[in-house]
Protein backbone atom coordinates (compact mmCIF):
# COMPACT_ATOMS: atom_id res chain seq x y z
CA UNK A 1 0.00 0.00 0.00
CA UNK A 2 1.24 3.70 -1.11
CA UNK A 3 2.19 6.22 1.86
CA UNK A 4 -0.52 8.57 0.41
CA UNK A 5 -3.07 5.75 0.76
CA UNK A 6 -2.22 4.64 4.40
CA UNK A 7 -2.33 8.11 5.39
CA UNK A 8 -5.74 8.44 4.26
CA UNK A 9 -6.91 5.64 5.32
CA UNK A 10 -5.07 6.96 8.89
CA UNK A 11 -7.05 10.38 8.47
CA UNK A 12 -10.57 8.54 7.92
CA UNK A 13 -10.22 6.30 10.83
CA UNK A 14 -9.13 9.52 13.36
CA UNK A 15 -12.81 11.29 11.91
CA UNK A 16 -14.84 8.64 12.38
CA UNK A 17 -13.14 8.02 16.13
CA UNK A 18 -13.91 12.15 16.66
CA UNK A 19 -17.50 11.22 15.77
CA UNK A 20 -17.21 8.83 18.00
CA UNK A 21 -16.10 10.54 20.96
CA UNK A 22 -18.45 14.16 19.95
CA UNK A 23 -21.42 11.51 20.76
CA UNK A 24 -19.88 11.03 23.76
CA UNK A 25 -19.39 14.75 25.00
CA UNK A 26 -23.07 15.22 24.10
CA UNK A 27 -24.00 12.77 26.54
CA UNK A 28 -25.92 10.56 23.56
CA UNK A 29 -25.74 7.05 25.47
CA UNK A 30 -27.90 4.62 23.90
CA UNK A 31 -27.86 0.58 24.11
CA UNK A 32 -26.71 -1.68 21.42
CA UNK A 33 -29.30 -2.42 18.90
CA UNK A 34 -30.35 -6.34 19.85
CA UNK A 35 -31.01 -4.53 23.68
CA UNK A 36 -33.62 -1.71 21.90
CA UNK A 37 -35.34 -4.22 20.29
CA UNK A 38 -37.43 -7.13 21.47
CA UNK A 39 -35.90 -10.52 21.16
CA UNK A 40 -36.91 -12.14 17.92
CA UNK A 41 -40.40 -13.01 17.86
CA UNK A 42 -40.92 -15.86 15.54
CA UNK A 43 -43.43 -16.98 13.69
CA UNK A 44 -42.25 -20.57 13.91
CA UNK A 45 -42.05 -20.15 17.32
CA UNK A 46 -45.18 -21.33 17.93
CA UNK A 47 -46.18 -19.01 20.86
CA UNK A 48 -47.39 -15.50 18.82
CA UNK A 49 -50.95 -15.72 18.13
CA UNK A 50 -53.39 -14.38 15.15
CA UNK A 51 -51.92 -17.38 12.85
CA UNK A 52 -48.19 -15.52 11.76
CA UNK A 53 -46.31 -17.33 9.06
CA UNK A 54 -43.97 -19.77 9.84
CA UNK A 55 -41.21 -17.75 7.55
CA UNK A 56 -41.40 -14.91 9.08
CA UNK A 57 -39.41 -12.65 12.08
CA UNK A 58 -40.32 -9.80 14.19
CA UNK A 59 -38.89 -7.32 16.22
CA UNK A 60 -40.77 -4.51 18.40
CA UNK A 61 -39.70 -1.14 19.68
CA UNK A 62 -42.38 0.17 21.97
CA UNK A 63 -42.24 3.52 23.88
CA UNK A 64 -44.82 6.03 25.85
CA UNK A 65 -44.72 8.70 23.33
CA UNK A 66 -46.93 10.83 26.08
CA UNK A 67 -43.28 10.73 27.43
CA UNK A 68 -41.58 11.99 25.31
CA UNK A 69 -43.62 14.84 23.62
CA UNK A 70 -40.60 16.09 21.54
CA UNK A 71 -38.73 13.82 20.68
CA UNK A 72 -38.84 12.03 16.70
CA UNK A 73 -37.02 8.59 16.53
CA UNK A 74 -34.14 8.29 14.20
CA UNK A 75 -33.50 4.78 12.86
CA UNK A 76 -30.55 4.07 10.73
CA UNK A 77 -29.49 0.47 9.83
CA UNK A 78 -28.39 -1.70 6.94
CA UNK A 79 -31.02 -3.21 4.51
CA UNK A 80 -31.06 -7.45 4.86
CA UNK A 81 -30.77 -9.72 3.24
CA UNK A 82 -34.70 -11.01 3.00
CA UNK A 83 -37.81 -11.72 0.17
CA UNK A 84 -39.85 -9.05 2.31
CA UNK A 85 -38.60 -6.53 5.01
CA UNK A 86 -40.55 -3.60 6.38
CA UNK A 87 -41.57 -0.82 9.59
CA UNK A 88 -45.01 -1.23 10.80
CA UNK A 89 -46.52 2.03 13.55
CA UNK A 90 -48.69 0.86 15.93
CA UNK A 91 -51.51 2.04 18.82
CA UNK A 92 -49.81 -0.13 21.42
CA UNK A 93 -53.46 0.52 23.36
CA UNK A 94 -55.40 -0.38 20.56
CA UNK A 95 -53.34 -2.93 18.53
CA UNK A 96 -54.31 -0.40 15.64
CA UNK A 97 -52.14 -0.07 12.40
CA UNK A 98 -50.96 3.78 11.78
CA UNK A 99 -48.42 3.99 9.60
CA UNK A 100 -45.21 2.12 8.18
CA UNK A 101 -43.05 1.60 5.38
CA UNK A 102 -42.17 -1.33 2.88
CA UNK A 103 -39.26 -2.04 1.50
CA UNK A 104 -38.75 -0.65 -1.95
CA UNK A 105 -40.29 2.46 -0.42
CA UNK A 106 -36.98 3.10 1.73
CA UNK A 107 -34.41 5.63 -0.23
CA UNK A 108 -31.46 4.62 0.85
CA UNK A 109 -28.26 6.50 2.03
CA UNK A 110 -26.41 8.66 -0.17
CA UNK A 111 -24.01 6.70 -2.27
CA UNK A 112 -25.91 3.18 -1.17
CA UNK A 113 -28.83 0.60 -3.81
CA UNK A 114 -32.01 -0.22 -2.19
CA UNK A 115 -31.28 -4.19 -2.77
CA UNK A 116 -35.12 -4.32 -3.07
CA UNK A 117 -35.63 -2.06 -6.01
CA UNK A 118 -32.02 -3.11 -7.82
CA UNK A 119 -29.78 -5.82 -7.70
CA UNK A 120 -26.44 -5.34 -5.67
CA UNK A 121 -23.91 -6.66 -3.48
CA UNK A 122 -22.74 -4.18 -1.74
CA UNK A 123 -23.52 -2.83 2.21
CA UNK A 124 -26.32 -0.58 1.69
CA UNK A 125 -27.89 1.73 4.42
CA UNK A 126 -30.84 3.61 5.39
CA UNK A 127 -32.56 6.26 7.65
CA UNK A 128 -35.91 6.46 8.85
CA UNK A 129 -37.43 8.86 11.11
CA UNK A 130 -40.79 8.20 12.91
CA UNK A 131 -41.67 11.88 14.18
CA UNK A 132 -45.06 12.83 15.81
CA UNK A 133 -48.21 14.86 14.46
CA UNK A 134 -46.71 18.06 16.61
CA UNK A 135 -43.42 18.13 14.13
CA UNK A 136 -43.42 21.37 12.16
CA UNK A 137 -43.57 20.50 8.70
CA UNK A 138 -40.34 23.19 8.08
CA UNK A 139 -38.31 20.77 10.32
CA UNK A 140 -39.40 17.66 8.74
CA UNK A 141 -38.27 18.77 5.55
CA UNK A 142 -34.87 19.83 7.17
CA UNK A 143 -34.38 16.38 8.03
CA UNK A 144 -31.59 14.18 6.43
CA UNK A 145 -33.54 11.43 5.37
CA UNK A 146 -36.91 11.02 2.75
CA UNK A 147 -38.05 8.38 4.85
CA UNK A 148 -40.25 9.97 7.11
CA UNK A 149 -43.58 7.80 8.97
CA UNK A 150 -45.88 9.96 10.64
CA UNK A 151 -47.40 9.04 13.31
CA UNK A 152 -51.12 10.71 14.03
CA UNK A 153 -52.19 12.32 16.86
CA UNK A 154 -53.96 11.10 20.52
CA UNK A 155 -51.09 8.08 20.04
CA UNK A 156 -49.83 7.54 23.70
CA UNK A 157 -47.95 4.53 23.19
CA UNK A 158 -46.40 3.52 19.98
CA UNK A 159 -44.88 0.47 18.96
CA UNK A 160 -42.67 0.08 15.91
CA UNK A 161 -42.47 -3.44 14.35
CA UNK A 162 -39.86 -4.91 12.24
CA UNK A 163 -41.06 -7.87 10.12
CA UNK A 164 -38.69 -9.65 7.94
CA UNK A 165 -39.37 -12.73 5.63
CA UNK A 166 -37.08 -15.64 4.57
CA UNK A 167 -34.49 -13.95 6.11
CA UNK A 168 -30.99 -15.48 4.92
CA UNK A 169 -27.00 -14.73 5.51
CA UNK A 170 -26.77 -12.93 2.03
CA UNK A 171 -25.34 -16.77 0.85
CA UNK A 172 -28.53 -18.48 0.26
CA UNK A 173 -28.52 -19.67 4.28
CA UNK A 174 -31.36 -18.84 6.71
CA UNK A 175 -30.57 -16.59 8.98
CA UNK A 176 -32.33 -15.19 12.23
CA UNK A 177 -31.53 -11.27 11.51
CA UNK A 178 -31.61 -11.62 7.79
CA UNK A 179 -27.55 -11.12 7.57
CA UNK A 180 -27.14 -7.95 9.48
CA UNK A 181 -27.25 -6.38 12.84
CA UNK A 182 -30.82 -4.61 13.40
CA UNK A 183 -31.04 -0.95 12.98
CA UNK A 184 -29.95 1.62 15.96
CA UNK A 185 -32.60 3.69 16.82
CA UNK A 186 -31.59 7.57 18.75
CA UNK A 187 -33.76 10.47 19.27
CA UNK A 188 -34.06 13.70 17.87
CA UNK A 189 -35.88 17.02 19.21
CA UNK A 190 -38.22 17.84 16.90
CA UNK A 191 -37.57 21.81 17.37
CA UNK A 192 -33.84 21.69 17.19
CA UNK A 193 -33.24 18.72 15.55
CA UNK A 194 -31.05 18.06 18.18
CA UNK A 195 -29.57 14.17 18.51
CA UNK A 196 -31.32 12.73 21.91
CA UNK A 197 -30.93 10.00 23.99
CA UNK A 198 -33.46 6.86 22.39
CA UNK A 199 -36.81 6.91 24.26
CA UNK A 200 -37.03 4.07 26.70
CA UNK A 201 -38.26 1.04 25.59
CA UNK A 202 -41.39 -0.48 27.40
CA UNK A 203 -43.49 -3.13 27.81
CA UNK A 204 -45.78 -4.07 24.40
CA UNK A 205 -49.28 -5.13 24.14
CA UNK A 206 -48.31 -6.90 21.35
CA UNK A 207 -48.29 -10.56 22.51
CA UNK A 208 -51.35 -9.57 24.56
CA UNK A 209 -54.22 -10.00 22.11
CA UNK A 210 -54.87 -14.07 22.48
CA UNK A 211 -57.65 -15.45 20.10
CA UNK A 212 -60.75 -17.36 21.55
CA UNK A 213 -62.17 -20.44 20.13
CA UNK A 214 -65.82 -21.28 19.26
CA UNK A 215 -67.48 -24.13 17.51
CA UNK A 216 -68.46 -23.70 14.31
CA UNK A 217 -71.28 -25.64 12.30
CA UNK A 218 -69.81 -25.11 9.60
CA UNK A 219 -66.30 -27.13 10.79
CA UNK A 220 -67.57 -30.40 9.96
CA UNK A 221 -69.39 -29.57 6.42
CA UNK A 222 -67.25 -31.20 3.44
CA UNK A 223 -66.78 -28.44 1.53
CA UNK A 224 -64.12 -25.88 3.03
CA UNK A 225 -64.45 -22.55 0.72
CA UNK A 226 -61.93 -19.67 1.16
CA UNK A 227 -62.75 -16.32 2.27
CA UNK A 228 -60.91 -12.78 2.27
CA UNK A 229 -60.50 -12.28 5.71
CA UNK A 230 -60.80 -8.40 6.80
CA UNK A 231 -57.58 -6.06 8.06
CA UNK A 232 -56.79 -7.59 11.46
CA UNK A 233 -57.74 -5.67 14.15
CA UNK A 234 -54.37 -6.18 16.40
CA UNK A 235 -51.18 -5.88 14.55
CA UNK A 236 -52.11 -6.41 10.99
CA UNK A 237 -49.36 -6.31 8.47
CA UNK A 238 -51.39 -4.01 6.38
CA UNK A 239 -49.07 -4.98 2.98
CA UNK A 240 -50.72 -8.77 3.28
CA UNK A 241 -53.88 -10.13 2.48
CA UNK A 242 -54.84 -13.40 3.70
CA UNK A 243 -57.84 -16.20 2.51
CA UNK A 244 -58.84 -18.26 5.17
CA UNK A 245 -60.79 -21.72 5.47
CA UNK A 246 -61.73 -23.64 8.58
CA UNK A 247 -62.42 -27.12 9.06
CA UNK A 248 -62.71 -30.04 11.47
CA UNK A 249 -60.49 -33.03 10.67
CA UNK A 250 -61.16 -36.43 11.62
CA UNK A 251 -58.29 -38.88 12.05
CA UNK A 252 -59.92 -41.08 8.96
CA UNK A 253 -60.28 -37.84 6.67
CA UNK A 254 -57.99 -36.09 4.04
CA UNK A 255 -58.79 -32.45 3.48
CA UNK A 256 -57.86 -31.64 -1.05
CA UNK A 257 -57.32 -28.48 -2.10
CA UNK A 258 -55.78 -27.18 -5.69
CA UNK A 259 -55.61 -24.08 -7.13
CA UNK A 260 -53.04 -21.56 -9.11
CA UNK A 261 -50.49 -20.04 -6.84
CA UNK A 262 -49.77 -16.38 -7.66
CA UNK A 263 -46.50 -16.02 -9.72
CA UNK A 264 -43.64 -14.31 -7.84
CA UNK A 265 -41.32 -12.57 -9.20
CA UNK A 266 -37.37 -13.89 -9.89
CA UNK A 267 -35.32 -10.50 -9.14
CA UNK A 268 -35.68 -7.40 -7.43
CA UNK A 269 -36.23 -5.99 -10.69
CA UNK A 270 -39.31 -7.58 -10.94
CA UNK A 271 -40.68 -6.34 -7.47
CA UNK A 272 -42.47 -3.46 -8.28
CA UNK A 273 -45.38 -3.73 -9.87
CA UNK A 274 -45.37 -7.67 -9.38
CA UNK A 275 -48.72 -9.97 -8.52
CA UNK A 276 -47.49 -10.73 -5.36
CA UNK A 277 -44.24 -10.61 -3.15
CA UNK A 278 -44.72 -13.66 -1.51
CA UNK A 279 -47.06 -16.61 -0.88
CA UNK A 280 -47.65 -19.61 1.58
CA UNK A 281 -50.24 -21.91 3.03
CA UNK A 282 -50.34 -21.69 6.75
CA UNK A 283 -52.09 -24.01 8.97
CA UNK A 284 -52.97 -22.88 12.81
CA UNK A 285 -54.76 -24.53 15.76
CA UNK A 286 -58.34 -22.55 15.65
CA UNK A 287 -58.24 -23.57 19.61
CA UNK A 288 -55.16 -20.93 20.36
CA UNK A 289 -54.74 -18.96 16.92
CA UNK A 290 -50.58 -19.96 16.50
CA UNK A 291 -49.28 -21.26 13.49
CA UNK A 292 -47.89 -24.93 13.18
CA UNK A 293 -47.27 -26.09 9.75
CA UNK A 294 -46.47 -24.29 6.75
CA UNK A 295 -45.57 -24.25 3.21
CA UNK A 296 -44.21 -21.00 1.54
CA UNK A 297 -43.69 -20.66 -2.18
CA UNK A 298 -39.87 -20.66 -1.70
CA UNK A 299 -40.37 -24.82 -1.04
CA UNK A 300 -43.48 -25.65 -2.02
CA UNK A 301 -44.29 -27.80 -5.36
CA UNK A 302 -45.31 -25.30 -7.68
CA UNK A 303 -44.98 -23.79 -11.15
CA UNK A 304 -45.94 -20.31 -12.19
CA UNK A 305 -49.68 -20.78 -14.34
CA UNK A 306 -50.13 -24.21 -12.72
CA UNK A 307 -52.21 -25.77 -10.63
CA UNK A 308 -50.68 -27.04 -7.34
CA UNK A 309 -52.59 -30.00 -5.07
CA UNK A 310 -52.80 -29.72 -0.95
CA UNK A 311 -52.78 -32.81 0.81
CA UNK A 312 -53.77 -32.09 4.40
CA UNK A 313 -54.51 -35.72 6.78
CA UNK A 314 -53.96 -36.29 10.64
CA UNK A 315 -50.89 -37.89 11.71
CA UNK A 316 -52.98 -40.16 13.81
CA UNK A 317 -54.15 -41.27 10.38
CA UNK A 318 -54.10 -45.36 10.30
CA UNK A 319 -52.77 -45.14 6.36
CA UNK A 320 -50.77 -42.01 6.50
CA UNK A 321 -48.19 -44.15 5.21
CA UNK A 322 -50.17 -44.95 2.05
CA UNK A 323 -51.34 -41.63 2.15
CA UNK A 324 -47.74 -40.66 1.65
CA UNK A 325 -47.39 -43.27 -1.17
CA UNK A 326 -50.11 -41.99 -3.26
CA UNK A 327 -48.81 -38.27 -2.61
CA UNK A 328 -45.43 -39.39 -3.77
CA UNK A 329 -47.01 -41.27 -6.95
CA UNK A 330 -49.08 -37.82 -7.86
CA UNK A 331 -45.69 -36.19 -8.07
CA UNK A 332 -43.88 -39.01 -10.17
CA UNK A 333 -46.81 -38.54 -11.99
CA UNK A 334 -45.71 -34.88 -12.77
CA UNK A 335 -48.66 -33.44 -10.12
CA UNK A 336 -47.80 -30.69 -7.87
CA UNK A 337 -48.79 -32.09 -4.58
CA UNK A 338 -47.80 -31.17 -1.08
CA UNK A 339 -48.48 -32.75 1.92
CA UNK A 340 -48.82 -31.34 5.07
CA UNK A 341 -49.61 -33.81 8.29
CA UNK A 342 -51.08 -32.38 11.22
CA UNK A 343 -50.44 -34.01 14.54
CA UNK A 344 -53.79 -33.49 16.68
CA UNK A 345 -52.09 -34.47 19.75
CA UNK A 346 -49.18 -32.27 19.37
CA UNK A 347 -49.55 -30.11 22.93
CA UNK A 348 -48.87 -26.36 22.59
CA UNK A 349 -47.11 -24.29 25.01
CA UNK A 350 -50.46 -23.86 27.61
CA UNK A 351 -49.93 -27.79 27.52
CA UNK A 352 -53.06 -28.29 25.85
CA UNK A 353 -53.36 -30.11 22.16
CA UNK A 354 -53.85 -28.14 19.04
CA UNK A 355 -56.72 -30.80 18.25
CA UNK A 356 -58.62 -31.23 15.31
CA UNK A 357 -60.36 -27.46 13.99
CA UNK A 358 -57.50 -26.04 11.69
CA UNK A 359 -57.64 -22.77 10.00
CA UNK A 360 -56.13 -22.51 6.87
CA UNK A 361 -54.42 -19.05 5.47
CA UNK A 362 -53.41 -18.70 1.88
CA UNK A 363 -51.04 -15.71 2.50
CA UNK A 364 -49.85 -12.73 -0.21
CA UNK A 365 -47.62 -10.09 0.52
CA UNK A 366 -48.04 -6.86 -1.52
CA UNK A 367 -50.71 -8.24 -3.67
CA UNK A 368 -51.14 -6.57 -6.64
CA UNK A 369 -54.90 -4.84 -7.10
CA UNK A 370 -54.38 -4.70 -10.94
CA UNK A 371 -53.83 -8.61 -11.59
CA UNK A 372 -57.00 -9.65 -12.33
CA UNK A 373 -56.92 -12.33 -9.58
CA UNK A 374 -55.66 -10.97 -7.28
CA UNK A 375 -57.19 -12.17 -3.82
CA UNK A 376 -57.02 -8.10 -2.93
CA UNK A 377 -59.62 -7.26 -5.41
CA UNK A 378 -62.02 -9.73 -3.13
CA UNK A 379 -64.95 -8.30 -0.67
CA UNK A 380 -63.93 -9.36 2.86
CA UNK A 381 -65.86 -11.57 4.97
CA UNK A 382 -65.77 -11.33 8.75
CA UNK A 383 -64.81 -14.06 11.15
CA UNK A 384 -64.43 -12.40 14.15
CA UNK A 385 -67.76 -11.15 15.16
CA UNK A 386 -69.15 -13.28 17.39
CA UNK A 387 -72.90 -13.03 16.05
CA UNK A 388 -73.12 -15.97 13.51
CA UNK A 389 -70.02 -17.80 11.34
CA UNK A 390 -68.51 -16.30 8.48
CA UNK A 391 -70.88 -18.44 6.02
CA UNK A 392 -73.82 -16.36 7.79
CA UNK A 393 -72.29 -13.66 5.94
CA UNK A 394 -72.39 -14.25 2.44
CA UNK A 395 -73.97 -11.59 0.56
CA UNK A 396 -72.14 -11.64 -2.76
CA UNK A 397 -70.41 -14.77 -3.65
CA UNK A 398 -69.02 -13.66 -6.80
CA UNK A 399 -66.65 -11.43 -4.89
CA UNK A 400 -66.55 -13.66 -1.46
CA UNK A 401 -65.91 -17.12 -2.38
CA UNK A 402 -62.58 -17.43 -3.35
CA UNK A 403 -63.01 -20.31 -6.49
CA UNK A 404 -66.03 -18.30 -7.47
CA UNK A 405 -64.25 -14.68 -7.88
CA UNK A 406 -61.08 -15.96 -8.93
CA UNK A 407 -61.48 -19.42 -10.34
CA UNK A 408 -58.85 -21.74 -10.82
CA UNK A 409 -56.86 -18.88 -8.84
CA UNK A 410 -58.97 -19.72 -6.35
CA UNK A 411 -59.31 -22.39 -3.59
CA UNK A 412 -61.61 -25.07 -2.37
CA UNK A 413 -61.32 -27.85 -0.10
CA UNK A 414 -63.01 -30.83 -0.39
CA UNK A 415 -62.69 -33.21 2.46
CA UNK A 416 -62.76 -36.71 1.43
CA UNK A 417 -62.97 -40.61 4.03
CA UNK A 418 -59.38 -41.97 3.31
CA UNK A 419 -60.27 -44.94 1.75
CA UNK A 420 -61.89 -42.36 -0.97
CA UNK A 421 -58.88 -40.41 -1.22
CA UNK A 422 -56.83 -43.20 -2.25
CA UNK A 423 -59.03 -44.89 -5.05
CA UNK A 424 -59.27 -41.16 -6.36
CA UNK A 425 -57.76 -40.01 -9.74
CA UNK A 426 -57.09 -36.76 -9.03
CA UNK A 427 -55.66 -35.85 -12.08
CA UNK A 428 -53.32 -38.91 -12.79
Known amino acids: MKQGTILLFFFLLMALCSCSTENEDNGIVNPLPKEQWSET ?20 YTYNMSDYPDVALCIKGEFPHSRYFS ?3 YNDETGTAIGGIDDYDIVPDDGCDNPFVVTSSKRNTFTVYIVPATMDQTMIDKLPSKNICKVESGVNRLAVCIRQYLGTDGNGNSDEYGGVELPAITGCDIHTLEALNAPERTVSNI ?6 YSPQRSDNDREVPFLLAPKGQYYPNNAT ?9 QTDSVLVFSFIPVTIPQ ?54 DEIKAKVDNMN ?6 NLIVWDKDKIDVDGNSIGDVIVIMYRNILP ?28 DPQKQIAHIALGDYGPLGIKYSTNDFLSTAFGE
Open 241 to 249: NYLYGRTRL
Open 332 to 337: KAGGLC
Open 41 to 60: MKGNGEVLGAYPDLYSNYWE
Open 267 to 320: KVEDYVGADARYWSICLGSAANTRSYYSVCDANAKAAAGTKSTFVICQKQNARL
Open 87 to 89: FSL
Open 368 to 395: NQDWEYSISNMTPTNYADAEGEPLDKII
Open 207 to 212: NGFGGT
